[in-house]
C-alpha cells in the first residue's frame, strides 16, 4: 500500500461518512478529512511512516463469510455481521455485565452511569456462542467474557463451563483481578471450569500509573500460579500518563514468565468528543509505543522485532493446504496490531527474530502450501523429508529447540507443542483500538475482534465501542433493566458492589 491512498472514515461531529486521505507528513502517518457541515479534521494515523510501509508489504485477503449475519447497505451502520467483512471472527466479546466493582473518573460505560444493569442469562450466552461458532467458512473458537467487571458475576463459573460445552477451544476473562486477589479458590475454580487465561487490567508497575488494582497484583499472581491459570497483562496506554514504563511493564511480565503469557499493549482510543490540543497531548500510536520500548529495555527488543497481526497468514495458508479445509486465520488490517514473541535466558531478554530468520520461514510457509496444494503428498512421514525448518533457525541461539517444536506444531498439528511454546516465551503485542479522529473503514471491514448480543449479531469491536449510541449503550439498554427494577428483583444495591472509586489524578 503506498502513501497516499484514500479511504473512508467518518466525520467526528455528525457521523456522516466521509473520504479521506492517508499520507506521510513529518515522518508520520497522517489522516485529513473534510465534512462539509463541521470542516476539516486532521489526526495522526500512525508515528511513524517508515514502519508503516513495512507492516503494510504483510495485507493479506481472509475468508469471506459464507453465511452472513447481515446485508451491507451503509458500512458501518449495518453490522451484525455483514456480506462485506473481509476476515473470520477471531475473538468474540461477551459482556457479561456492566456492573463493576470499580467507579472510575473515566468510565461512562458501568451500570451506575448508563441507568440500568445490563446482564444477558446464560442461555442468551449460550445461543450468542451458538451463532459465532456456526459461522462459516471459519468457527469462531474463542471467547472473551468482559464488561463491566465478568467476575463480579455470582454465576461467572457456570458461564465459562457453558461455553466449553459448545465447543470453544480458548475462553479467557477480562478482569481487573479484584475477586481473584481477595477469593482464594476462584482461580481454580475457573481453571476447572475451563478458563485458560485471565486478561488482566495492568496499566503500571506502581499505583500511580496503576490506581485501579496495583496493591492486589502481586495476590492475583500468586492465586493463578497456584491454580495453574496464565495471565495476559492489558494496560492502556496514555502519552505523558505510563508510556514511561512500558519498559518495566515488560521486565515485571518477564521476572513472572511462568504464570504470566504476555503483555497486550493498548494504545488509549480517544473515543467521544476531545480537543485537538488534548488529543496531541494524550495520542500515542503503536510505532511510539515499540520505539519507547526499544529505548527502555536498552536496545533488547528492537523495532525490527515487530510483525503486523497478519504476518503470520502464511501458517495458516500451509495448515490449510495440509488439511484441505478453511482453517482459523489472522488477517486483520496491518495498522491494527503488531507483535512479538520474547524470551528470557540468563536475566536477557530474547526476541524470537534473533535466532529464527521470520521473512524466510514465512515465504517458505506461502511456498510450501502452494506445491502441498498442488501435490497428493500430505503424510507426516513424506513431508518430513521436505519441511525442513532448520535452516530457518540458528541453533546456536536458540534457547531450546525451536525447528522440532515448530515441525510438530505446523505439521502433526500437536496443540501440546504450542502450549509448550507459549510456556517458553512471552508474547508482547500491541493492539490499537479506533475512535472517530483515526477511523478507517478499511480497517473495520477487517476486524476480528467482535462483539456478540443477544439479537443475534456479531458486531466488530471499533463499530461497537466507537459507535456507542447506535451499537453498544443502544442494545444494551434494550436488554438490560433499569436499576431500580434490577435491584428489587435481586435485592441488591449497586452501591454495594463498589470496592474503589478512582479519582481523576491532579
Known amino acids: 500500500m503506498m502513501l497516499p491512498y484514500k479511504t473512508s472514515s467518518l466525520c467526528p461531529e455528525c457521523l456522516e461518512i466521509i473520504d479521506a486521505e492517508v499520507y506521510e507528513k513529518d515522518g508520520k502517518v497522517m489522516m485529513k478529512k473534510a465534512c462539509k457541515h463541521h470542516g476539516e479534521f486532521e489526526e495522526v494515523y500512525w508515528g511513524d511512516a517508515e514502519m508503516f510501509k513495512r507492516a503494510a508489504k504483510y495485507t493479506v485477503d481472509g475468508h469471506k463469510f459464507e453465511n452472513p449475519i447481515t446485508k451491507n447497505s451503509k458500512c458501518p451502520f449495518s453490522c451484525g455481521v455483514c456480506n462485506e467483512h473481509k476476515s473470520h471472527v477471531a475473538l468474540l466479546n461477551i459482556v457479561v455485565t456492566n456492573r463493576c466493582d470499580l467507579a472510575c473518573w473515566y468510565c461512562f460505560f458501568y451500570a451506575k452511569r448508563a441507568g440500568y444493569v445490563y446482564e444477558p442469562s446464560i442461555e442468551q450466552i449460550r445461543q450468542m456462542v451458538r451463532i459465532a461458532r456456526k459461522m462459516k ?95 495476559v497483562l492489558v494496560p492502556t ?68 522485532d515487530f510483525y503486523p497481526v497478519p504476518s503470520v497468514a502464511p501458517i495458516s495458508m500451509f495448515v490449510e493446504a495440509l488439511t484441505g479445509r478453511p482453517r482459523y486465520e489472522l488477517t486483520t488490517h496491518f495498522a491494527c496490531g503488531m507483535a512479538s514473541y520474547v524470551f528470557k535466558e540468563n536475566g536477557k531478554l530474547i526476541p524470537i527474530t534473533r535466532f529464527v530468520d521470520v521473512d524466510g520461514l514465512f515465504e517458505f ?60 516465551s512471552l508474547f508482547i503485542g500491541l493492539m490499537h483500538f479506533q475512535d472517530l479522529y483515526n477511523y478507517d473503514l478499511e480497517r473495520v471491514q477487517r476486524c476480528q475482534i467482535h462483539y456478540a448480543t443477544p439479537d443475534g449479531k456479531i458486531i466488530p469491536f471499533c463499530t461497537f465501542n466507537v459507535l456507542p449510541e447506535i451499537y453498544r449503550d443502544k442494545i444494551h439498554e434494550k436488554f438490560g433493566l433499569p436499576i431500580d427494577e434490577w435491584e428489587k428483583r435481586t435485592g441488591k444495591k449497586l452501591k454495594d458492589d463498589i470496592v474503589r472509586v478512582v479519582r481523576r489524578p491532579r
Do not use: W
Not at 379 to 408: G, H, M, Q, W, Y
Open 137 to 231: 467458512p471459519i468457527g469462531c473458537n474463542a471467547v472473551q467474557l468482559t464488561g463491566g467487571e465478568p467476575a463480579i458475576r455470582d454465576d461467572i463459573v457456570e458461564i465459562i463451563k457453558v461455553i466449553k460445552e459448545e465447543d470453544y477451544d480458548h475462553v479467557q476473562l477480562n478482569t481487573n483481578g479484584i475477586r481473584i486477589a481477595y477469593e482464594k479458590d476462584f482461580a481454580l475454580k475457573c481453571r476447572r471450569a475451563g478458563l485458560n487465561t485471565v486478561y488482566l487490567s495492568f496499566d503500571g508497575v506502581d499505583e500511580e500509573t496503576n490506581p485501579k488494582n496495583h496493591r492486589e497484583v502481586p495476590k492475583i499472581i500468586e492465586n493463578c500460579r497456584s491454580a495453574d491459570l496464565g495471565i
Open 237 to 304: 496506554i496514555i502519552k505523558t500518563v505510563n508510556d514511561h514504563q512500558l519498559g518495566e511493564m515488560i521486565r515485571f511480565a518477564a521476572n513472572n514468565i511462568d504464570v504470566v503469557r504476555g503483555l497486550n499493549i493498548q494504545p488509549v482510543s480517544l473515543v467521544g468528543r476531545m480537543p485537538k490540543r488534548e488529543r496531541e497531548k494524550y495520542r500515542i500510536t503503536i510505532p511510539e509505543c515499540i520505539k519507547a520500548i526499544e529505548e527502555q529495555t536498552d536496545g533488547e527488543i528492537g523495532r525490527e
Open 365 to 424: 510457509l506461502k511456498e510450501k502450501a502452494e506445491s502441498i496444494r498442488k501435490s497428493r503428498i500430505k503424510t507426516v512421514r513424506a513431508l518430513k523429508n521436505i519441511i525442513d525448518l532448520r535452516k530457518f533457525v540458528d541453533t546456536s541461539k536458540a534457547p531450546f529447540n525451536v525447528s522440532k517444536i515448530l515441525f510438530e506444531i505446523l505439521v502433526k498439528h500437536d496443540y501440546t507443542s504450542l502450549g509448550e511454546f507459549h510456556r517458553r
